[in-house]
């Protein structure tokens, strides 16, 4: 094991014959103070490893708030469950993603790309996500994306959605374009993909018009996406990005069906906070509950809530919905303006297309609320 | 008798505050009140030179704090107003040479004698705006239509809300160029005073003759025909608690520019039909 640089960090455990001896090894590794906050390759020998075994070991990295990076490993089976998990297998050297990973323009992509990982880790355990991928590389240059509506059923959703470029990684135009999917993470996902009539779900794109899935589709999309599998090995991906060939760009975006599950509940048992002034830029709001501002959040301020936030007024700082890790809380202002969108341990800045200096107030605001979708935060108009 | 005290304040520098305490002082001073102008901004002091009295200096802030004379010795009388004084600051000292205790008591003393006391604030969030604000009970935020102007007078906003002293607090836009914001290069004063959600209290022109009268050491007020001039003026006025309408500061000066202005309000009359 060797530390190579100061956010990567290598342990090889290919001399470990079991899965008790790993994550012995592993637990004795990581007692170490420079194993923290690190993105960590782990090297694995030829031991099968089961999904249970393998989430231990990251809920082991994530413990000591490390992000389980890489697995290289010589068994396929291992492999196999590593993938039906999200994490990334490869066997490049890890010298080559340091080379690759770009720094984040933001500080807070990396915190949240951590958290975010940690977050797939406990949710893992669910039935095995596939994504579909789409080319469409004009779309991914162009920062904001609308997208048309899938079905009937979603129709009350909006007509038009405004994507907040969520990952980073989109930052840079010419980046894109060189953007890469490894060609063997890539085989297993496509071949899920046989339910996926392409057309139905690449979407993405303005001139298309309303399309209408069937009911048979629109539930197994519903399963495929509800999953967080196909945001995240976008995020890794890149990262691996010199050895493989530019192949595809992931950009679609599907609203799957609203469940009621736990989240909701948490929801609705929460507080609420009515604040009756303008947030001003330096202002720090933060409640455990749901919050309700009347006025402005001018640029500089951040709001922080629990559950839900509602801005009448323009929303232009920052705002946490669902800081306690509440996948369904939202974010919904008269005009959504704001710098940046947190919800749980989503992230999203404004798109620069957006990127006005000011807002002139009008009386023909369209009110828009911010949700999480496949993953992504999205933000759609409410119309009626 | 009880005067007001007001704070004259920015968070960016450069954007006039020292001008405008000057020339509203100077403005008071001229409607018949008695006024004293206190520079905090202590190690970088320019409010002397603005009124020309940088010669006279003989004790200043810092001294008075420090009980080396008496508050009246320090007072500089102006030149031509005799109704118009300085509280001079150091320049050999920084900021922490005066905290907001003292000058608390300074302004209360100099609050029975003098119906206007004026604070030249520093630029900043630091100690020397905490100091300069202590003693106010009402607060004056210069912006320009600028951004980043813009920004910073938010958050000095939020302080002032915040702080205990201030009951209320006024926008005063400097540097205003109506041909920029005919041609929307600059944020319209309409859109600034909706965005800071702050009710204005002057719009100052962008005059070329400030610079001149800086270098002089003569505020521009005692120019009756400067545009800039006549709206502090009325910023006085409106302290004063008169209401005064906003100045026209897209006067056209020549024959061509009126008629280039007839012209543009066609345009935008059959834009918006």
């Not at chain 1, 005009?335 to 006005?356: E, F, H």
């Not at chain 2, 008695?34 to 002091?45: A, E, K, N, Q």
Request: hydrophobic residues 35%; proline residues 3%.
């Amino acid at each position: 094991m060797e530390q190579l640089n100061e956010n990567i960090y290598e342990i090889d455990l290919s001399e470990a014959d079991t899965a008790p001896d790993i994550i012995f090894q592993l637990s004795s590794i990581l007692d170490k103070d420079e194993t923290r906050n690190k993105r960590i390759c782990l090297k694995l020998g030829n031991v099968n490893l089961n999904q249970a075994q393998l989430l231990s070991i990251k809920s082991l990295i994530s413990g000591i708030d490390s992000t389980l990076s890489l697995i290289d490993t010589k068994s396929t089976e291992t492999e196999k469950v590593a993938l039906s998990l999200g994490m990334i297998i490869s066997n490049i050297s890890p010298e080559n993603i340091t080379e690759a990973a770009p720094e984040m323009p933001y500080k807070m992509a990396d915190e949240l790309k951590e958290e975010q990982n940690n977050f797939t880790s406990e949710h893992a355990s669910k039935k095995v996500c596939e994504a579909d991928i789409v080319l469409n590389k004009e779309q991914a240059s162009s920062q904001t994306q609308n997208l048309t509506d899938l079905s009937s059923e979603n129709s009350s959703l909006s007509d038009k959605a405004e994507i907040y470029n969520e990952t980073l990684n989109i930052g840079d135009k010419e980046e894109i374009k060189e953007e890469i999917l490894p060609s063997e993470t890539q085989e297993p996902i496509c071949d899920v993909n046989e339910i996926s009539n392409e057309e139905d779900i690449s979407i993405v794109s303005e001139k298309s018009d309303n399309k209408e899935i069937n009911q048979n589709v629109q539930d197994e999309l519903d399963v495929i996406f509800s999953s967080s599998f196909a945001q995240n090995t976008f995020y890794e991906m890149e990262s691996t990005e010199s050895e493989y060939e530019p192949k595809e760009e992931l950009t679609d975006i599907v609203v799957p069906e609203a469940e009621y599950t736990k989240e909701d509940i948490e929801l609705e048992s929460f507080q609420t906070k009515y604040i009756k002034q303008t947030i001003r830029s330096g202002q720090v709001i933060n409640f455990e509950g749901n919050l309700v501002i009347i006025g402005d959040c001018h640029p500089g301020s951040e709001i922080t809530a629990l559950g839900d936030i509602t801005v009448w007024g323009i929303l232009s700082g920052i705002a946490h919905a669902g800081a306690g890790g509440n996948q369904k809380a939202r974010v919904r202002a008269l005009k959504m303006n704001a710098i940046q969108l947190r919800i749980a341990s989503c992230y999203s800045r404004r798109p620069d297309s957006l990127n006005t200096a000011y807002i002139e107030k009008t009386n023909s605001f369209t009110p828009e609320e911010a949700r999480i979708v496949n993953n992504e935060i999205v933000v759609f108009k409410i119309n009626d | 008798m009880t005067g007001r005290v007001i704070v004259i304040t920015s968070g960016k520098g450069g954007v006039g505050k020292t001008t405008t305490s000057a020339n509203i002082g100077s403005a008071l001073a001229k409607r018949g009140h008695s006024v004293v102008l206190i520079d905090t901004d202590i190690g970088l002091r320019n409010l002397d030179l603005l009124l020309g009295l940088e010669n006279r200096i003989v004790y200043t802030l810092v001294d008075v704090v420090e009980e080396r004379c008496k508050l009246k010795q320090a007072l500089v009388k102006d030149k031509k107003n005799p109704n118009l004084c300085l509280l001079a600051a150091a320049q050999t000292r920084d900021k922490s040479a005066v905290n907001a205790e003292q000058i608390t008591k300074i302004t209360e003393k100099l609050k029975k004698d003098y119906d206007y006391v004026l604070i030249d604030c520093p630029a900043g969030i630091e100690q020397g705006f905490q100091t300069a604000i202590a003693g106010a009970s009402e607060a004056i935020v210069v912006t320009t239509p600028e951004m980043s102007a813009i920004r910073d007078a938010d958050r000095i906003i939020g302080l002032l809300e915040a702080a205990e002293g201030i009951e209320s607090y006024k926008l005063l836009i400097n540097r205003v160029r109506p041909a920029m914001i005919r041609t929307k290069d600059m944020i319209s004063v309409e859109t600034l005073v909706d965005t800071l959600s702050c009710q204005p209290i002057g719009i100052i022109p962008e005059d070329t003759g400030i610079i001149t009268s800086t270098n002089r050491g003569e505020p521009i007020v005692n120019d009756e025909k400067s545009l800039a001039g006549q709206a502090y003026m009325n910023v006085a006025r409106r302290i004063d608690g008169e209401d005064v309408p906003f100045l026209d500061i897209d006067k056209p000066k020549d024959l061509m520019g009126k008629i280039k202005k007839f012209f543009s309000g066609l345009k935008k009359q059959g834009k918006e039909q």
